[in-house]
């Protein structure tokens, strides 16, 4: 392609080049560059590239006309249709979240799918995500919590041992076995609720999208590795119990992003990690130990995206935390007939922390038991307190919290 | 109040997209108090005797069926009126194609070979291109050249690109010489990958023609067609509500319809006898 710059107007040689071939590539680029109703002049020699040129100008809206009789050459004019289309196109913030006005408080239904940032035309579907206001979804960080998550994801293949051999005793083993039944469930609902929120919210505020995201590809994960110990020790899950199950479902129940996010990630997952952190110290075997101190340090990033949300949201709206605390309360009056903590997983969590069914070992691991429960306890009211809980009701809180740890 | 009756506009039924292009004219006409309902029809034959029994006050016509419908209209002392057309509709040609690498390099070369051509009703990729073979080139079928035609829906006037499509693949085996197609399919042809992108080369362009047109049955209130032209006249491309059934029929804007477009065609149609110059049809072989 060859541009001339004289008085005559722009003019391209499209050469040998057919509208079969793309062509119009060169002609639309040219045009681009021309201010409206500059005429541009085109010639070509491929055969037959007039009538190729006046159907594409033809579809696209451009008026044509021939210099000449032979047709030699054309002078194209930018129609209208092109700036048409974008003319009442929406602009949806942009790319980078720390740029100003990147991130908009609320986003239109008719952004859709669009990457934010991107021009979209008028008279798009109107999508429903009901999370569309950045106040219920919003997290400042979100987008460092998703690359930390990136680069610490790990492979259960080469990141475990799985040709370990066992030495405890069966009692032990079994023990193991109920806790990691235990933790599969509260792992589905752990992956289930962001899931079911990920889906409501609108792609505009992908740093969350994406956090959640791995967040379901971290329980996915943790839920392979938990059931694959337990089939590594040659048998099958263990017990579910109603109690535990009611109570998980209560969360899968929250409609609201945040108070789900909070019951969820602030007091469950936050408690979780201790579970995980005790598993790490006292398990019998060395890939136990290893799975705990991985799962846990991916909880640890879901405790620090949902306390992120939620300061984020309680800086706006104070009144939140109202809204919080009596979350907890009608959980634990929903759960308050129920058996609560398996009483085999509490059981097996001594025997954990016993590594036999020795008197002196057993008292041993109670007392770590009883240890595991304050630490948790003590998680849970840091948080509360750094959600700006005064200390009695973070106290009072605290204690209210489902005695199924999630 | 009782519903206003509405007039009735005919259209062929080519592609299932028809009915939920005439669906969006009928409430954006609606939404602008022009009451308008359509039926369709399998084929445009139908269509146009319909517009002479009273049945429909409109038909979006192919360029044969105007050519048709003027001369019933003419042998009956009446008049109908190309109302309406596209943007799209005005100055089409079409291109006669040739492998890149064939030896082929002008209309006379073609003689003794075979041509693939469209539907037997194809004004586009049948009779308008005989009309050129004859005229431009001296070539007269079935004595210089033999016609391969690949027929897909008779009655549907070529609307359907199929039979240019199934010519087009003839050409690129080896079982044609050379295949007719509107410009815009060879283009479209091209992008969807059935023609390799410079593989083929334009041995012959056909003079300009007039397409589809909206055309006015005899009789009807002169007041109700102008009103109906004023209201598509003012659809704007601008408008995102009314853009998408702009983009779904083809056009950027309705332009004003002329019937000076279609001269090509009107000799096609008598020299090749499809239609008499009373508009009855004296095709062989002509199925709808």
């Keep these: 392609m060859t541009t001339a710059e004289t008085s005559s107007p722009t003019a391209i040689d499209i050469e040998s080049l057919g509208f079969d071939a793309g062509a119009h590539l060169l002609v639309k680029h040219a045009l681009a560059a021309l201010s409206d109703g500059e005429p541009l002049r085109v010639t070509g020699r491929s055969p037959g590239w007039q009538a190729q040129l006046a159907d594409w100008c033809r579809a696209q809206g451009h008026a044509l006309a021939w210099e000449d009789d032979a047709h030699g050459a054309a002078r194209v004019t930018r129609g209208s249709a092109e700036a048409g289309r974008w003319r009442d196109a929406a602009r949806t913030g942009h790319a980078d979240p720390r740029a100003p ?152 129940d929250e409609p609201d992003f945040s108070v789900a996010g909070f019951l969820l990630s602030v007091l469950g997952e936050g408690t979780f990690v201790n579970l995980l952190h005790f598993l790490a110290a006292h398990a019998p075997d060395p890939l136990t130990r290893q799975i705990a101190k991985l799962a846990a340090r991916d909880e640890a990033r879901h405790v620090a995206l949902g306390m992120s949300h939620l300061l984020h949201r309680l800086q706006g709206e104070p009144a939140l935390r109202g809204r919080l605390a009596q979350a907890v309360e009608q959980r634990h009056d929903s759960l308050a007939g129920t058996a609560g903590l398996n009483e085999e997983v509490f059981d097996a969590l001594i025997l954990i922390g016993a590594g036999s069914l020795a008197p002196e070992a057993v008292r041993q691991g109670f007392e770590r038991v009883q240890q595991l429960m304050r630490e948790m306890a003590d998680g849970r009211f840091t948080r509360l307190l750094r959600l700006g809980f005064a200390r009695g009701e973070a106290e009072r809180l605290s204690a209210l919290h489902t005695r199924n740890f999630m | 109040m009782s519903q206003p009756q509405p007039l009735l506009l005919g259209a062929v039924a080519y592609a ?236 950027r804007q309705w332009r004003p319809g002329r019937a000076n477009g279609f001269r090509l065609l009107e000799r096609a149609a008598t020299e090749q006898g499809f239609y008499d110059d009373r508009g009855n049809i004296v095709a062989d072989g002509y199925r709808y």
């Design chain 1, 101 to 252: 006005g990147a991130v908009l408080p609320q986003a239109d239904p008719a952004w859709g799918l669009a990457a934010r940032g991107a021009r979209v035309e008028a008279g798009s579907p109107a999508f429903a995500f009901r999370l569309d206001r950045r106040e219920e979804v919003w997290a400042d960080n979100a987008a460092e919590l998703y690359a930390q998550a990136v680069s610490a994801q790990w492979d259960p293949e080469t990141a475990l041992d799985w040709d370990v051999e066992f030495t405890h005793p069966p009692e032990v083993e079994a023990a193991i076995r109920q806790v990691m039944t235990y933790m599969v469930e509260n792992e589905n609902a752990a992956l289930l609720v962001p899931a079911r929120f990920l889906g409501q919210i609108h792609p505009h505020y992908r740093e969350l999208q994406a956090a959640l995201a791995i967040q379901v590809a971290d329980e996915a994960r943790h839920i392979d590795v938990f059931t694959r110990r337990i089939r590594a020790g040659g048998g099958e899950p263990a017990l579910s119990t109603a109690g535990g199950q009611a109570s998980l479902k209560s969360l899968l």
């Design chain 2, 16 to 251: 299932p997209k028809v009915v939920t292009i005439w669906e969006g004219f009928k409430s954006y006409l609606g939404e602008r108090g022009f009451a308008m309902d359509y039926i369709l029809y399998s084929n445009y034959e139908t269509q146009v005797e319909a517009q002479f029994e009273g049945d429909i006050a409109f038909a979006w016509n192919s360029p044969l069926a105007w050519v048709r419908a003027d001369r019933m209209a003419r042998a009956r002392g009446q008049a109908v009126q190309s109302l309406v057309m596209r943007d799209t509709d005005q100055d089409l040609q079409s291109v006669l194609v040739v492998k890149a690498d064939s030896p082929v390099q002008s209309l006379a070369d073609l003689k003794g070979k075979v041509v693939g051509f469209g539907a037997i009703d194809s004004p586009q990729a049948t009779l308008i291109p005989l009309d050129h073979l004859q005229h431009e080139g001296g070539l007269a079928p079935g004595k210089d050249y033999e016609v391969r035609r690949f027929d897909v829906l008779g009655g549907k006037h070529g609307d359907h690109i199929g039979g240019e499509r199934d010519a087009a693949v003839a050409l690129l085996a080896g079982e044609v010489a050379a295949s007719w197609m509107i410009a815009g399919n060879h283009r479209a042809f091209a992008k969807e990958g059935t023609l390799p992108a410079g593989g083929t080369r334009v041995l012959a362009t056909t003079g300009l023609y007039d397409h589809c047109t909206m055309t006015v049955s005899p009789g009807v209130d002169a007041e109700a067609s102008r009103r109906f032209a004023e209201l598509l006249l003012a659809m704007d491309w601008n408008d995102a509500q009314v853009r998408p059934l702009l983009e779904l029929e083809g056009l």
